[in-house]
């Protein structure tokens, strides 16, 4: 589609306020010999009790549908898994249901997690997302991925879907970032800055202490790419729960936990990147149509939209989500986000997507210093702090879970429990990693609305699921 | 004596002879730091898939005879009417109505240009394709869409001019019978199996 009906403009509205209760994780690596998939899912629920001062058996009998998002069947080979995770779990016969989006599918199990609450359907559901990549070695792992992109015009060509989601980074490497050496360090410091995050974050599965150079001496994998630019392969599970506010009250009693409001919306774009037709730009309340009047101008090659620089599902997300929710400046409104670093350029290209910074001009919000938790260039707080997890580079990228990590993540801002939940000696111990001796509390202080992006491939399904205490609401009636 | 799986179809039927997979025997997986206690298990696993091109086969069949297949609306009701799609769609993406397929290969010929491309020095398993891959992305005159390919001999760069090549001599009737060099390329320079 290049033109929009007002009828596919329609801006979402739920049918009755949405929470966000708890959520809960389970430790994440790139293998797990001793663990089958669903004692992760265990770990995660069990989690997601405690929050709540709960037994899980408890928190169980609240739970009234079930949400579950596993993308790669062929990498668990296991068709069905949602069944074996649901009785493992112990909750049978309730219904259930899988979702896969790639990428996104941990931001699209929440959307529907969403809307069965929101449509009064069900008062609590669980979402719980996870996914099994070391089933096979990387080989076998990158063509397993690849059959992701279309198998008859894509997917041969070399079975590496870097091959074709990296066309885009260089056309975005070339037209925006003009191929300057001070861009390619400007991404380079986006790996810095989320490896440097996961050490303070038991869960993640890379930490590291580098340096921008040793992102620049990391091997290329698809020029101007290297290793160090791209996200983590994991194992692991996420979930969340989701209830209307009578529940959300009697759930939340005993608990540190404030229930959340929690919107989730929706973007799409074509599989094959190749395959988008020209269109305007979609505009987000704080932009104008004047302000890209003379865009091939400045970004020579930029004129075609989405073109491959884009991502046109990632832009729809947040174009429904800033008019359900009353956003109307992502960087004024909100006070943290974890978004989808696939690759470092990605994360540049979803800062535009999302309305952080005008098309073409992502990297100031890193050059800036906005996007830490500290600003490295005053000292003071980041203003829009993002992937303080370690996000998908740092943290894990366990593709169905990964989207409810990032939901667990902002929560925890906004639950002010985030030293809590990452601090814990024992659980440091208990996930045989050591805490480093700098562990840095990175709690947003005083954070009341927060966004995580949750994205499949090259764009083909974007989720923004944004979170706000409801004190603290742009839209009363939203 | 083993036979790769072949199919043909008659009467609107697959016909298949051959072998569709291959059996390995299952091997535990043992914890070396812990007393060769058992953990898991491999599942050895080898089949071949059987795969219709639908309404697209006539794309691929014509690579194998050196044409570039493209597709139009030609729906007089349709808004988009006129737009051609490369790559081919079986339908118009707004009407719905059955596009008019059309030979595209001078209009490739005469227009071709690099909109973006990749160097890839990582391949998947079952890739047979020389690395680095040279993953390009092709822009074409009067064309709505680009299509994604790779360059067989030379460096990519946007905007550099490219004409197709066709592995007509042993065709793979896949995606990967279709291939570039850049404009200028001669004739005896092409990879094995490939003409213009
Ligand atoms: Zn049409």
Request: glycine share 8%; charged share 25%; proline share 5%.
């Amino acid at each position: 589609m290049i033109k929009f009906s007002e009828q596919q403009l329609q801006v979402p509205k739920l049918m009755r306020p949405v929470y966000l209760v708890t959520a809960g994780q389970s430790k994440f690596d790139r293998a797990f010999p001793d663990k089958r998939t669903e004692e992760l899912c265990v770990d995660a629920l069990t989690m997601a009790a405690d929050m709540l001062s709960m037994e899980p058996a408890e928190l169980k009998k609240y739970i009234h549908t079930c949400y579950y998002g596993h993308f790669a069947d062929h990498f668990g080979d296991q068709l069905l898994g949602e069944a074996v995770i649901h009785d493992r779990l112990g909750l049978d016969p309730l219904g259930n249901i899988g979702v896969k989006t790639g990428g996104a599918t941990g931001g699209s199990t929440l959307w529907e997690a969403m809307k069965a609450v929101a449509s009064g359907y069900s008062d609590c559901v669980l979402a719980m997302g996870w996914e099994r990549m070391d089933e096979v070695p990387t080989d076998e792992g990158n063509f397993l991925i690849s059959c992701a992109a279309d198998k008859d015009w894509e997917g041969p060509l070399g079975h590496i879907y870097t091959g074709y989601y990296a066309v885009m980074a260089q056309k975005y490497w070339q037209v925006f970032g003009k191929e300057e050496e001070s861009f390619r360090r400007t991404l380079a410091e986006i790996s810095v800055k989320h490896h440097g995050y996961a050490r303070f974050n038991p869960f993640a599965q890379g930490p590291l202490k580098i340096t921008v150079e040793d992102v620049l001496k990391s091997p290329v994998v698809a020029y101007p790419l290297r290793a160090l630019d791209a996200c983590l392969m994991s194992v692991g599970a996420a979930c969340a729960i989701i209830c209307d506010e009578p529940t959300a009250i009697k759930l939340t009693k005993n608990s540190k936990n404030k229930p959340l409001r929690i919107y989730v919306t929706a973007g799409s774009h074509t599989l094959r990147p190749a395959d988008r037709r020209d269109m305007e730009i979609p505009l987000l309340p704080n932009e104008t149509a004047e302000q890209y009047k003379d865009f091939g101008k400045r970004f020579p090659g930029g004129d075609r939209y989405p073109g491959f620089t884009g991502f046109l599902g990632a832009r729809m997300a947040a174009w429904y989500a800033y008019r359900m929710t009353g956003i109307k400046d992502p960087t004024e409104d909100l006070d943290v986000i974890e978004l989808h670093d696939a690759f470092t350029i990605s994360d540049v290209q979803t800062y535009e997507d999302i309305g952080i910074r005008p098309y073409g001009e992502g990297r100031t919000y890193v050059e800036s210093g906005d996007c830490y938790h500290t600003n490295p260039h005053t000292g003071k707080p980041g203003k829009l702090p993002s992937n303080l997890s370690g996000g998908l580079i740092g943290c894990m990228h366990a593709v169905g879970a990964t989207g409810i990590m990032q939901t667990f993540e902002i929560a925890c801002h906004l639950w002010d429990r985030w030293a809590e939940m990452h601090g814990d000696e024992k659980r440091w111990k208990e996930f045989n990693r050591k805490k480093p001796a700098d562990w840095t509390d990175l709690q947003v202080k005083g954070a009341k609305r927060a966004l995580a992006i949750s994205h499949a491939g090259v764009g083909s399904h974007v989720t923004a699921t944004i979170l706000m205490d409801p004190d603290h609401l742009l839209k009363k009636d939203a | 004596m083993s036979m790769f799986g072949q199919v043909f179809v008659k009467n609107n039927q697959y016909k298949i002879k051959g072998d569709f997979h291959h059996m390995t025997p299952n091997t535990p997986i043992r914890d070396a730091d812990n007393g060769w206690k058992l953990l898991g298990v491999t599942n050895p696993r080898d089949m071949t898939y059987i795969h219709s091109y639908g309404g697209e086969a006539a794309f691929f069949e014509a690579l194998s005879q050196g044409k570039l297949m493209a597709t139009r609306c030609d729906n007089p009701k349709c808004e988009y009417k006129g737009s051609v799609y490369q790559p081919f769609r079986i339908h118009c993406p707004d009407c719905l109505k059955k596009n008019t397929v059309i030979d595209m290969t001078d209009i490739a010929k005469k227009s071709a240009k690099v909109h973006t491309f990749m160097v890839c020095e990582r391949s998947g398993a079952f890739n047979i394709l020389e690395k680095p891959i040279k993953f390009i992305n092709i822009e074409f005159d009067g064309v709505a869409t680009i299509l994604m390919s790779y360059l067989s001999i030379g460096e990519p760069a946007m905007g550099m001019r490219v004409v197709p090549i066709f592995k007509k001599q042993g065709p793979t009737y896949t995606i990967l019978d279709l291939s570039w060099v850049p404009a200028g390329t001669k004739e005896n320079q092409l990879p094995e199996g490939f003409s213009f």
